[in-house]
């Protein structure tokens, strides 16, 4: 086992596909409508095509970043090399500290889905340990696990849309909506803020770039497949919820889904769609952990973190050192905290990640050779993602913003103490 060797290519376009949905699909999506309906009110599908179009222009940022520089570590290796080694370092950081929260959280809420309320931190933690162990087993064995969840969520989602248009189309619809709450143009960018992130895994596509086959066509390919899947099942998704509860009804709910489900009558398919949110929290969970691996990998061969991460494994070519850090971690935070209510410094340290990756974009585009009008097209869109950044900080309460600086000043204070120790003496 060596820290010089390399990850092996082994994923193909449709592992890479998989990989991001299951990171987009995650948990969120059983549950952000009631959130977003109450922030936006009737203008729910307006915050969700605000969310769509930023998310756009950032997976167009990664997708182009990704094709110049196919190697792990995501907005850390594209803020390094085109930025800096301070924004390449806030973005790592960001993600590395944030993404062991959210699996935290992730593994939580799976166990609250999925087992009595006595076996879930027990269950959290052992999903942490057997996934963590998937991924150890090699990148082809967490994208066929991907697959698989992928699948099974999928159907239940389709479950869900088939029982609100059924519901819609009998007899039995339902009887009079609630009315919906008054929402500003404030409400409608705070939906998009809360919506922006159930698109936000497919920055997962290119954490993974040192694993993908033919990286320069198959990353930006994978991304733009998933978004526009996920686009897709999103917005048919908000217009049955709609029409099946109202916006009032979606506002004042809890589990929204389930609730569609049992107001059409489907009473029998609300236990499905709590296991649907589970696996989808579980598919989540298996893709950031590897993910926050291969960021931690990037990050140890360039001294940013102990160099002992960047060992890989030269059989199953994978970063066993990070990933088991990064495992041992989350299981030390669900012993000591339960963060599902508590990770809104993850939510600030994603954006940032992705502003990093858009003013990378942006440098990138502007020494490319690209026709000067495909040029300027590609940079209106990593400046429009910059912006949408920083507009749906703005969106977050306070106290996610208090954390959030709070981690990044951590982080900078650990790097200016290292390179002080690291710099020779007079």
């Known amino acids: 086992m060596t820290a010089a060797s ?32 109450r922030a936006a009110g009737d203008w729910l599908l307006l915050g969700l095509a605000l969310a769509a179009l930023v998310a756009y222009a950032n997976a167009s940022s990664t997708g182009r970043l990704a094709a110049r520089y196919p190697e792990s570590g995501g907005a850390y290796r594209y803020g390094r090399e085109e930025l800096g080694a301070w924004p390449g370092f806030l973005a790592g950081w960001g993600f590395v500290i944030g993404k062991t929260a959210s699996c935290a959280a992730m593994a939580m809420t799976a166990a609250a889905y999925l087992v009595p309320a006595e076996w879930q931190k027990p269950a959290a933690i052992a999903a942490v340990v057997l ?125 929204p889904l389930a609730e569609l489900v049992a107001t059409s009558g489907w009473d029998w398919a609300v236990p499905v769609v709590g296991i649907g949110a589970g696996l989808a929290a579980l598919g989540a969970l298996l893709a950031l952990v590897a993910g926050i691996g291969r960021t931690a990998l990037a990050m140890a061969r360039d001294r940013e973190l102990p160099r002992a991460l960047a060992a890989v494994h030269p059989r199953t070519h994978v970063p066993y050192a990070a990933e088991l850090v990064a495992a041992a971690a989350i299981v030390l935070v669900l012993l000591v905290a339960d963060l599902r209510e508590a990770i809104g410094f993850s939510s600030f340290g994603v954006l940032v990640y992705y502003l990093v990756a858009n003013l990378a974009a ?33 969106t977050l309460p306070p106290l996610a913003v208090a954390g959030g600086v709070a981690v990044f000043a951590v982080g900078a204070l650990v790097r200016i103490v290292r390179l002080r120790l690291a710099r020779p003496a007079p």
């Open 6 to 37: 390399p990850l092996a290519r082994r994923l193909g376009l449709r592992d890479a596909v998989a990989i991001g949905l299951a990171s987009m699909i995650g948990a969120g999506v059983f549950a952000v409508w009631s959130p977003a309906a």
């Open 131 to 255: 996934l963590s162990g998937l991924n150890l087993l090699g990148i082809t064995r967490t994208a066929r696990a991907a697959t698989v969840i992928v699948a099974a969520v999928a159907a239940v989602l389709a479950l869900v849309v088939v029982a609100g248009v059924a519901g819609l189309t009998s007899g039995d619809g339902p009887g009079p909506l609630a009315a919906a709450p008054t929402a500003g143009p404030y409400g409608v960018l705070q939906s998009a803020g809360l919506l922006f992130f159930a698109f936000a895994g497919y920055a997962r596509i290119a954490t993974l770039g040192e694993e993908v086959r033919e990286p320069e066509r198959t990353i930006p390919r994978a991304i733009a497949i998933a978004f526009g899947l996920v686009v897709a099942l999103y917005g048919v998704l908000a217009v049955v919820l709609l029409l099946g509860l109202g916006a009032g009804g979606l506002a004042d709910g809890t589990a």
């Open 362 to 394: 942006l440098r990138l585009m502007g020494r490319s050779e690209t026709a000067p009008r495909i040029r300027r097209t590609r940079r209106g869109l990593a400046l429009l993602g910059a912006i949408g950044c920083v507009i749906l900080v703005a």
